[in-house]
């Protein structure tokens, strides 16, 4: 009968060189006072064994796991999956691993996840929130115990935690003026839930650039769903079902802007002649559609950089007054594509 394999430790290690358990230990950890001929003497003779640190003890025994947490909706998501990608390279700089959690926009889920990632003893958490966290005290406890919490991109207004999100007032803002500036008059504005701030805040943008340009408002051209294909294809029957039809429409992302310049291009609706369309998040598939879409670019790369920028330096403050609110704001591009009538151009803001 085979003998059950066991996990070595670094005792074997130092019984196979004669040296130490303290001198292995040291040398592993690339300790100054050893010699490179032992350090190297060591590590050969670590990966000669299968020899494996225990991250989990190192952990609890200096209270660091050198793990970071992340929950975003979904993986599946352009900007999310974005700036995952990103947070985790600019952590792995700092020598910290990363765990990716998606909630799948439940708020259950998203519970359940902040449980478990407290669990794990996780030394930081960075949040970007479902479509319908409202109530964020499931993040309590990380504060109580001085573990820094991050939120990103969709975030609370007012709880005490630091805050990166993108422009998304000026966005709209901005996605609307072009729309009208292109000579749209009538424009469908296609947002998600207004439990989430990015649909509040872009729906307040899309209003003041009404008022600037006195366009009125109609409430039956502004439509609330999750941003999905299927939903966008079931508005975009509605507003193209009967006349008047809208000569723009402004989308909340772009996977609802491409859907709409699909029905159009299905049902005989030429764009951008008869009606103009932008999306949101500059999304890679707005260039290779037929027109190109329109969209505002949220630059994932900053916000992911500034996200961990923000947990290095909570980890280091480890100080309740550095838990309070703050907000860091990342600036938005207008990239303007053939959907809009125009060759492709950013215009900075």
Request: proline letters at 5%.
């Amino acid at each position: 009968m085979a003998s059950q394999r066991s996990e070595k430790t670094i005792v074997d290690i130092a019984e196979e060189l004669n040296l130490s358990v303290s001198t292995v230990s040291r040398a592993l950890n690339d300790h100054p006072n050893i010699s490179v001929k032992t350090k190297e003497r060591v590590k050969k003779m670590a990966r000669k064994l299968g020899y494996r640190p225990n991250a989990m003890a190192a952990g609890l025994r200096n209270n660091k796991s050198k793990t970071i947490g992340l929950i975003i909706p979904r993986i599946s998501m352009f900007f999310p999956a974005a700036i995952s990608t990103i947070i985790q390279n600019k952590l792995q700089e700092h020598g910290y691993n990363l765990i990716i959690c998606q909630s799948n926009d439940s708020l259950e889920q998203e519970i359940a996840l902040a449980n478990t990632l407290y669990s794990a003893r996780v030394d930081g958490l960075a949040v970007s929130a479902t479509l319908y966290t409202t109530d964020f005290s499931h993040f309590d406890v990380f504060k109580q115990q001085h573990i820094p919490v991050v939120f990103f991109d969709r975030t609370p207004k007012d709880y005490n935690a630091k805050v990166i999100k993108g422009d998304d007032f000026l966005g709209g803002f901005l996605a609307t003026e072009h729309l009208i500036e292109r000579g749209c008059k009538d424009i469908v504005h296609i947002s998600g839930p207004l439990t989430c701030n990015l649909y509040v805040e872009r729906l307040a943008g899309y209003k003041e650039a009404l008022q600037k340009y006195k366009l009125p408002y109609k409430k039956g051209r502004v439509f609330f769903h999750e941003l999905t294909r299927d939903n966008a294809w079931k508005t975009a029957e509605k507003i193209f079902s009967q006349p008047p039809f809208p000569d723009g429409v402004f989308s909340s992302n772009d996977t609802t802007a491409i859907t709409i310049l699909e029905y159009c291009r299905k049902n005989g609706i030429k764009v951008p002649e008869q009606c103009k369309i932008i999306g949101y998040s500059n999304d890679s598939r707005t260039e290779i559609v037929t027109p190109a879409v329109t969209s505002v670019d949220q630059y994932p790369t900053t916000m992911g950089e500034r996200v961990v920028a923000a947990l290095m330096d909570l980890i280091q403050a480890r100080h309740p007054a550095a838990y309070r609110h703050s907000q860091e704001i990342v600036p938005i591009q207008l990239v303007e594509r053939e959907s809009t009538g125009a060759k492709e151009k950013a215009r900075k803001n």
